[in-house]
């Protein structure tokens, strides 16, 4: 097996080997982020590129062609994400999913978007022969990064592709693509792995209390894994009892505690926690938080539907902003307690 797919996507890799004999120019890769996308396509990537593919698809790893891929020098291979990404390993930003860092040479703070410029320095490389013959190979991800400018700009390269190049694209989320990008491309959708594997591959990670991560992380286990790795297990409980216990009081404390934790990852612990309750009300079931069974539930009987589906709501409007605050600080209070009041 390759060292760039994981367990869970060995069937997709098999079903992918059939389109090798009519090679559409663009395929779109989705599924849930998390789950191994930008690995999966760039082991794609290269054994196209490959001069001795293996019989079950996968690139030699031998060959002065992988030798360029693996060097990140091949002069038929360009990738394309935001800068934001550009100092990580490809872990899905996906999403990709695992925090980005800042680059060391400059305090601006990188880009998330893939911008135009990017799609535009793609054309030298698409107007010359290639250097082995072969195909020239492109890989953008997470397309939904693609910001207008550069979702046009691409629809223009795909209506006319240039012969001998195959783009690779891969996206969390299809419904944030522009519709003409989509029915540009071919769509190959990437399973989400089953609990029972995505366990077996965290616990081979040596991840302490797998289960817990998984289930928090809706079933993602890169997600799961990045998280595990973070340090923030203690924060995140703190988070989690004050979510189990809302007062007033405990918001202010737990936001007074918990303003360096990244928001981002707060919110979206605040979102699952909120499906949670409103899955339980409706319907006895709790998907991310088994543990807080009793809590949940407990919630999800005293609070009114009408103020739940509004605080699901302000939950979203926050997660969209929630990267940009003017002050971590107050944005956190005013979360918390507007939680700790609407389940008073």
Not at 156 to 178: H, I, Q
């Amino acid at each position: 097996m390759s060292a760039n797919i994981y367990p869970w996507q060995q069937a997709a890799w098999q079903q992918l080997q059939t389109l090798r004999s009519r090679m559409p120019h663009a395929i779109l890769f989705h599924g849930a982020a998390g789950t191994g996308k930008s690995h999966f396509i760039e082991a794609f990537a290269q054994s196209l590129l490959c001069e001795a593919v293996l019989p079950d698809g996968h690139a030699c790893g031998q060959c002065a062609s992988c030798g360029w891929f693996l060097q990140a020098n091949h002069p038929d291979y360009r990738r394309v994400r935001p800068e934001a990404l550009e100092d990580d390993l490809p872990a899905e930003g996906e999403e990709g999913e695992g925090e980005t860092k800042k680059t060391a040479k400059s305090s601006k703070t990188p880009s998330r978007e893939i911008k135009i410029e990017q799609i535009r320095n793609l054309a030298d490389f698409m107007n010359i022969s290639t250097h082995r013959q072969g195909l020239r190979v492109v890989v953008l991800y997470p397309a939904e990064a693609l910001n207008l400018p550069a979702s046009n700009a691409l629809l223009k390269t795909l209506e006319e592709p240039p012969p001998g190049t195959v783009f690779l694209l891969a996206s969390n989320s299809l419904d944030r693509l522009l519709p003409t990008i989509l029915s540009r491309c071919r769509k190959f959708a990437l399973p989400m792995p089953t609990h029972a594997q995505a366990l077996a591959w965290l616990r081979e990670q040596g991840v302490p209390d797998a289960d817990s991560w998984l289930r928090e992380q809706g079933g993602a286990p890169l997600t799961a894994l990045a998280q595990s790795e973070g340090g923030n297990r203690e924060e995140l409980e703190l988070l989690l009892q004050m979510l189990a216990r809302p007062a007033v009081e405990n918001a202010l404390r737990v936001a007074d505690k918990l303003q360096k934790l990244p928001l981002s990852t707060q919110v979206s612990c605040l979102q699952r926690w909120l499906y949670d309750v409103f899955s339980y009300k409706l319907a006895g079931n709790i998907r991310y938080y088994p543990r807080y069974q009793k809590e949940l539930a407990q919630l999800a009987d005293k609070i009114h539907v009408s103020r739940l589906l509004a605080l699901i709501k302000r939950a979203n409007e926050r997660r969209a902003v929630a990267d940009h605050p003017l002050s971590p600080k107050l944005f956190l209070e005013d979360m918390l307690l507007d939680y700790a009041a609407s389940c008073a």
